[in-house]
């Protein structure tokens, strides 16, 4: 499938496709004449964004005087942490990094398609899917590292041993499942709210657009916010010793 070369992505193309090809190179792929793809750039943009606002607001945080940004930043850190509590446990908390990264991240993704002259990377299958591998690694690490190999292995095979064969069929295809089932959630929802905003921008630009601009933003948040909780509850499940 081609996709229309965004502003940013021709910039890249432009000035820097030796950087592109070195990225290629590395992962074994084929040298290309415009190696920066627009989801890539957009990444790389949000990553930016995010670390910009974090080095900005660090060296101002304050216990007396929280800025606005502080303050909104703090109520998303209670928001994470309250659900971490409440789908992980008491040891959620210990894994608020990884479920507040991924959740800032793949918000800042879906929202950035809204400023004109961007698009939203998520609404292209290779970056929702890149989340969705990151949270299996990195909730079968978590349950080894909480419960030890043999103990986490236990749990494909059920509380029955003459059960365990198919136990462990079933197991193992649920969790290969799942980064399916979280790639194609985000990507669908994104990809369509992101097709249907612009249909509607390119036939009027009064009142109509800005109803499906908000809508796209109420996905964006639900979407975020999904992704993040179905990553708690693999978690949970992962860590869980009465599993």
């Given amino acids: 499938m081609h996709h229309r070369e965004i502003w ?5 193309n432009d000035y820097l496709p030796g950087v592109g090809n070195a990225f290629l190179k590395l992962v074994g792929m084929p040298v290309e004449p415009r190696p920066w793809a627009g989801f890539i750039v957009m990444q790389l943009l949000v990553v930016l964004i995010l670390i910009v606002l974090f080095a900005f607001l660090r060296p101002r945080l304050s216990m007396d005087r929280p800025g606005k940004l502080q303050h909104s930043l703090e109520l998303i850190y209670e928001f994470v942490h309250g659900e971490s ?12 990094a990884f479920f507040g990264t991924l959740f800032l991240f793949i ?3 879906n ?15 290779s970056v929702p899917a890149g989340c969705a591998i990151a949270t299996f690694i990195y909730y079968n690490v978590a349950g080894v590292e909480a419960q030890g190999v043999l103990n986490y292995l236990k749990q494909f095979a059920g509380p029955m041993l003459v059960l365990a064969p198919l136990m462990i069929l079933i197991e193992i295809t649920s969790h290969l499942a799942r980064p399916l089932s979280l790639t194609v959630r985000l990507y669908a929802n994104m990809f369509a709210g992101e097709k249907v905003t612009l249909v509607f921008l390119s036939l009027t630009y009064f009142a109509v657009p800005a109803v499906f601009m908000g809508l796209h933003v109420f996905v964006s ?6 992704f993040m909780l ?14």
């Fill in 8 to 12: 940013l992505a021709k910039l890249f």
């Fill in 85 to 96: 509590e409440s789908a992980v446990g008491h040891s959620g908390p210990r894994y608020i």
């Fill in 107 to 109: 918000l800042s993704c």
């Fill in 111 to 125: 929202l950035i398609g809204i400023i004109p002259g961007f698009e939203s990377p998520t609404m292209i299958p």
């Fill in 221 to 226: 948040l639900l979407q975020a916010y999904i």
């Fill in 230 to 243: 179905l990553t708690m509850m693999y978690v949970g499940g992962a860590v869980s010793h009465e599993h």
